[in-house]
């Protein structure tokens, strides 16, 4: 593999970019690009790139985490998964690498994204040129419908068994809180990798039981912690006691 890649001046000017939540993210995009193969293709394992992308950054699985979701989420990335790996791909890369050459860079070892996730990028990517069009107007619900239903699910928990995407993260935090939805995730994470559930909508199914176990794990834990609390008040009041 060459020792980097071109980066277009074009690149200040991008609203995808723009538009990511984190200057983190626009970072990772920016680093990600000298590392990839010439189909484009990268691991997508946030450990990996937290180790050999974002080496000297000391950031967090979890902000890596988030970094990928924001640049999936503008479509600066698509993430798939074959044979229990994770990998990326940046589908325009080709397209902004007018000097790549086969011959130099040797046979890559990741596997190309499924065609399905190419033909809905492509798709995405059609609908947001046209909404300057005068058709786009009469269009606009039907394409935020489609929109929707194409949102993608992301891991969550130690066995990523849970898939939520971010519109539904969000929404299970209002709703409750985060410290309850990350202890439900857990719950019904487990749940799965030890018993073999299986669910149609991870949403609705951490709405249920799993949120109702974060609870009383939750009010447990205040319980526990206000008797070790008057526990210590008393040992105190003892030793006052003894020392008069």
């Known amino acids: 593999m060459p020792q980097g890649r071109i980066i277009l001046k074009s690149i200040c000017q991008s609203k995808k970019l723009a538009n990511l939540k984190t200057d983190g993210a626009r970072l ?42 924001d640049l999936e989420d503008k479509l600066l990335i698509i993430r798939y998964e074959l044979n229990g790996d994770m990998f990326l791909n940046v589908p325009d890369f080709k397209d902004k690498q007018p000097q790549l050459n086969a011959d130099r860079e040797g046979k890559p ?43 993608p699910h992301h891991k969550y928990g130690e066995y990523k068994h849970v898939l939520l995407t971010d519109k539904q993260y969000d929404k299970l ?18 749940g799965i990798q030890m018993k073999g559930y299986k669910y149609k909508d991870y949403n609705l199914a951490i709405r249920n039981w799993p949120i109702d176990e974060a609870k009383k ?5 205040s319980t526990d912690e206000q ?18």
């Open 109 to 151: 070892s990741i596997p190309l994204p499924p065609p399905n996730l190419l033909q809905t990028y492509s798709r995405v990517n059609q609908d947001q040129i046209k909404t300057n069009s005068p058709l786009s107007k009469v269009k606009e619900s039907k394409t935020k419908v489609k929109e929707s239903k194409e949102m």
């Open 28 to 69: 990772l995009y920016t680093w990600l690009l000298p590392n990839l193969d010439i189909n484009g293709c990268y691991s997508g394992d946030p450990d990996v790139i937290k180790g050999q992308i974002l080496t000297r950054l000391k950031k967090s699985i979890k902000t890596v985490e988030s970094y990928l979701n």
């Open 227 to 244: 008797m070790h609390d008057d526990l210590q008040r008393r040992r105190e009041r003892d030793d006052r006691e003894r020392v008069q």
């Open 217 to 221: 794990k939750s009010k447990q834990k």
């Open 173 to 190: 935090i209002k709703d409750f809180d985060e410290e309850t939805i990350l202890k439900a995730i857990k719950i019904l994470d487990e």
